[in-house]
C-alpha cells in the first residue's frame, strides 16, 4: 500500500496562512487536508469558502476536502469549484449517503466517507464499495491536537477486514492524534493514509513532513 500524508491546514498559523501553503508546498507532503466545519454537526466553525478560495489558488497539492458539516450535499458545487480531488463526508450527516456518494462522483470528485469513533464499522458494509476512501477518526471531531482514541484501533482493523474480505481497493485515512507513536499502531492496522496536524506544524514543516514519510515507509517495509 502507498502511504501518503495529507498536512492538516486547520493547525496552520491563520496570520501567515500563506507562508505555511508555501512551505506545505515545497514539502513531500501529498495531499493538502481542509476540514470545513460549521459549529453544528461539531461544535466549532473552520473555514468559509472565500477564505478556501485563497487556499486553493495557493496550493499545489492536490485538495483533500473532509465536511464536518449537516447537508455536505449543498455544497457539492462549491467543494467542486475549488479543484478538490476528494470529497469526504460523515456518515452520521448522511440520511440518505448513497445519493450524495453518487453527485460527488457525477461531479468529478473522489467520494470519501468518514465514521465518528462512536459509529459502528458495519454501518459502511452497504456503501464501503461505491467510495475511493474510508477515513477513520482517532478523535472526536471539531477540534486539532487531541489524543488518539486507542479503541479506534480495532475500527481500523476491521474496515482493512471489510476491503479485504471483498477485494475492494479501497485506501483507509486516519485522522487525529497522529504522531510517531500512534503512526505506527494505526498503519500496522490497516491504515495507509494519514492526516497531520500540529505533528507536521509544530516546528519545520519541510522537516517534519520529510520524517514522517521516511517513518511511514520504515513501517511499510516492517509490515511487508
Given at each position: 500500500?502507498?502511504?501518503?500524508i495529507s498536512p492538516s491546514i486547520l493547525s496552520a498559523d491563520f496570520a501567515y496562512l500563506a507562508?505555511?501553503?508555501?512551505?506545505?508546498?515545497?514539502?513531500?507532503?501529498?495531499?493538502?487536508?481542509?476540514?470545513?466545519?460549521?459549529?453544528?454537526?461539531?461544535?466549532?466553525?473552520?473555514?468559509?469558502?472565500?477564505?478556501?478560495?485563497?487556499?486553493?489558488?495557493?496550493?499545489?497539492?492536490?485538495?483533500?476536502?473532509?465536511?464536518?458539516?449537516?447537508?455536505?450535499?449543498?455544497?457539492?458545487?462549491?467543494?467542486?469549484?475549488?479543484?478538490?480531488?476528494?470529497?469526504?463526508?460523515?456518515?452520521?450527516?448522511?440520511?440518505?449517503?448513497?445519493?450524495?456518494?453518487?453527485?460527488?462522483?457525477?461531479?468529478?470528485?473522489?467520494?470519501?466517507?468518514?465514521?465518528?469513533?462512536?459509529?459502528?464499522v458495519a454501518m459502511l458494509r452497504d456503501i464501503i464499495d461505491d467510495v475511493y476512501m474510508v477515513?477513520?477518526?482517532?478523535?472526536?471531531?471539531?477540534?486539532?491536537?487531541?489524543?488518539?482514541?486507542?479503541?479506534?484501533?480495532?475500527?481500523?482493523?476491521?474496515?482493512?477486514?471489510?476491503?479485504?474480505?471483498?477485494?475492494?481497493?479501497?485506501?483507509?485515512?486516519?485522522?487525529?492524534?497522529?504522531?510517531?507513536?500512534?503512526?505506527?499502531?494505526?498503519?500496522?492496522?490497516?491504515?495507509?493514509?494519514?492526516?497531520?496536524?500540529?505533528?507536521?506544524?509544530?516546528?519545520?514543516?519541510?522537516?517534519?513532513?520529510?520524517?514522517?514519510?521516511?517513518?511511514?515507509?520504515?513501517?511499510?517495509?516492517?509490515?511487508?
Amino acid at each position: 500500500m502507498k502511504p501518503i500524508i495529507s498536512p492538516s491546514i486547520l493547525s496552520a498559523d491563520f496570520a501567515y496562512l500563506a507562508n505555511d501553503i508555501e512551505m506545505i508546498n515545497g514539502s513531500e507532503a501529498d495531499w493538502v487536508h481542509i476540514d470545513i466545519m460549521d459549529g453544528v454537526f461539531v461544535p466549532n466553525i473552520s473555514f468559509g469558502f472565500p477564505v478556501l478560495k485563497y487556499v486553493a489558488k495557493l496550493t499545489e497539492k492536490p485538495l483533500d476536502v473532509h465536511l464536518m458539516i449537516v447537508q455536505p450535499e449543498k455544497f457539492i458545487p462549491e467543494v467542486k469549484a475549488l479543484g478538490a480531488r476528494i470529497m469526504n463526508v460523515h456518515y452520521e450527516a448522511c440520511p440518505h449517503l448513497h445519493r450524495v456518494v453518487q453527485q460527488i462522483r457525477e461531479a468529478g470528485m473522489l467520494p470519501a466517507v468518514t465514521i465518528n469513533p462512536a459509529t459502528p464499522v458495519a454501518m459502511l458494509r452497504d456503501i464501503i464499495d461505491d467510495v475511493y476512501m474510508v477515513l477513520i477518526m482517532g478523535v472526536n471531531p471539531g477540534f486539532g491536537g487531541q489524543k488518539y482514541m486507542d479503541e479506534c484501533t480495532e475500527k481500523i482493523r476491521e474496515v482493512r477486514e471489510l476491503i479485504d474480505a471483498e477485494d475492494l481497493n479501497v485506501d483507509i485515512q486516519v485522522d487525529g492524534g497522529i504522531n510517531d507513536e500512534t503512526m505506527e499502531t494505526v498503519m500496522k492496522a490497516g491504515a495507509n493514509l494519514l492526516v497531520a496536524g500540529s505533528y507536521v506544524f509544530k516546528g519545520d514543516l519541510a522537516s517534519s513532513v520529510r520524517h514522517a514519510k521516511e517513518r511511514m515507509n520504515d513501517i511499510i517495509r516492517e509490515i511487508d
